[in-house]
């Protein structure tokens, strides 16, 4: 049974940084993507980036401009996301997903998320 596990949210203030991470367990085949969302209160959750689990290449969306940064670590498991210079719309609770395959354009097995709040 999959598991994935979202940490590392907390209180940051605008321009400053915050880490978060996602810990996947008892997967049995190598999943096409892994990918950061987020839901504001009363929004749908958002894409914010994802990373193919082989090769790495990093896809990002429009308003991240450059902001964040998705990284991984295969040998452990283990999804980041760095969030540099957070606004005060980046409040939100942040998901970690799996894409199993390419042909399926879907994410899957959601963790319980993490919460991060940027206020001054």
């Known amino acids: 049974q999959v598991q994935v596990q979202e940490s590392g949210g907390g209180s940051v203030q605008p321009g400053g940084s915050l880490s978060l991470s996602c810990a996947v367990s008892?997967?049995?085949?190598?999943?096409?993507?892994m990918g950061w969302f987020r839901q504001a209160p009363g929004k749908a959750r958002e894409y914010v980036a994802s990373i193919t689990w082989i090769g790495g290449s990093t896809y990002y969306a429009d308003w991240v401009k450059g902001r964040f940064i998705i990284s991984k670590d295969s040998a452990k498991d283990m999804l980041y996301l760095r969030m540099n210079n957070p606004k005060l719309e980046d409040t939100a609770v942040y998901y970690c997903g799996i894409r199993p395959t390419l042909e399926v354009n879907e994410f899957k097995f959601w963790g319980q998320g993490t919460q991060v709040t940027v206020s001054a």
């Open positions: 008892g997967r049995t085949f190598t999943p096409w993507r």
